[in-house]
């Protein structure tokens, strides 16, 4: 099992930055890759982007890139999703999740992903 712990969500200006944090612990030996993703209310929950474990590859959902940058701190254990330039529309519950299985790269899809963060929420105000 690996467990998270995400932090860094919050009430921010549209045009402001957030850095969101996922902190894994347990089984993390058996992370391929660690992921992104967002839901907000009534819609479902979106990819945004993905890095490897090792940090050697990272793969961005169209309409972020350029905005949002993924990162990870190998000797923490710990994932960043850097948010620029937040619009109201980012809006929404934002969690990591790892995907245990090397295989096809970007591993973009919910399915690609077998452990999930709580989930942190991300208000962006007009």
């Known amino acids: 099992q690996v467990q998270f712990v995400e932090s860094g969500g919050g009430l921010v200006q549209a045009g402001g930055a957030l850095r969101l944090s996922c902190a894994a612990s347990?089984?993390?030996?058996?992370?391929?890759?660690m992921g992104w993703f967002r839901q907000a209310p009534g819609n479902e929950r979106e990819f945004l982007a993905a890095?490897?474990?090792?940090?050697?590859?990272?793969y961005y959902r169209a309409s972020v890139r350029g905005r949002f940058v993924i990162s990870r701190d190998n000797a923490k254990n710990t994932v960043y999703l850097q948010m620029n330039n937040l619009k109201p529309e980012d809006t929404a519950v934002y969690y990591c999740?790892?995907?245990?299985?090397?295989?096809?790269?970007?591993?973009?899809?919910?399915?690609?992903?077998?452990?999930w963060g709580q989930g942190t929420q991300v208000t962006v105000s007009s």
């Open positions: 999740a790892a995907d245990p299985v090397p295989g096809s790269w970007p591993p973009s899809a919910n399915t690609d992903y077998d452990y």
């Open positions: 347990g089984r993390t030996f058996s992370i391929y890759a």
């Open positions: 890095i490897t474990w090792r940090g050697d590859f990272t």
